[in-house]
């Protein structure tokens, strides 16, 4: 099997595992969903020296493709940075949960009750750079809304992703 086929075939393994975790999460009581958050964002806090150690692999990595100020500035993470991600998972914890919100409801000339209630999308694919704070924020911003996500960061943050959300 060449390169490409593992590629496509862990790619089809990831999709199919995501399809079935939307399934469940589209299913899951916010009081369990608000649970998850709180356990990630302590797992955070006590990951912290390990995601600050595997930081610094991926700033000297950075640095040695000589990335721009501004986006080894995006890249870093000390025990400071590590606590906003945190708490920003805790706020997420603060927001309503938007599934089952009904957002208007019409009544047909038979009498049929038309309602438009928010639902999960299911899978979410993500694309960003390497901003670890982001993998951290829209992991579980997909998960408070019930939705699964595939998150891919920029490879500058392979190293540390790794911590925040192990495959």
């Known amino acids: ?12 393994d990831i999709g199919k595992k995501a399809k079935h975790a939307s399934k469940m999460l589209a299913l899951t009581p916010t009081k369990i969903k608000n649970a998850a958050l ?7 806090r006590t990951a912290s020296n390990e ?4 930081n610094k692999k991926d700033m000297d990595i950075a ?10 500035d995006r890249l870093f993470l000390d025990a400071e940075r590590i606590e906003a991600i945190a708490k920003s998972i805790e706020d997420i914890v603060k ?6 919100d009904i957002l ?3 009544e047909r000339p038979s009498g049929l009750k038309i309602s438009q209630v928010r ?22 911003l997909c998960l408070k809304s019930g ?20 495959v």
């Open 38 to 44: 709180i356990a990630a964002a302590k797992a955070v």
């Open 104 to 106: 208007s409801v019409k």
């Open 95 to 100: 927001l309503n949960d938007p599934i089952g």
């Open 63 to 72: 640095k040695g493709r000589g990335l721009t100020g501004a986006m080894l």
């Open 119 to 140: 639902v999960p999308l299911g899978v979410i694919g993500i694309i960003f750079e390497s901003r670890p704070n982001v993998t951290a924020d829209a992991g579980m």
């Open 51 to 54: 995601i600050i150690t595997a």
């Open 1 to 12: 099997m060449n390169k490409e086929n593992d590629i496509t075939a862990l790619m089809q």
């Open 147 to 166: 939705n699964a996500s595939i998150l891919r960061c920029g490879s500058e943050s392979a190293h540390q992703v790794g911590q925040f959300m192990p």
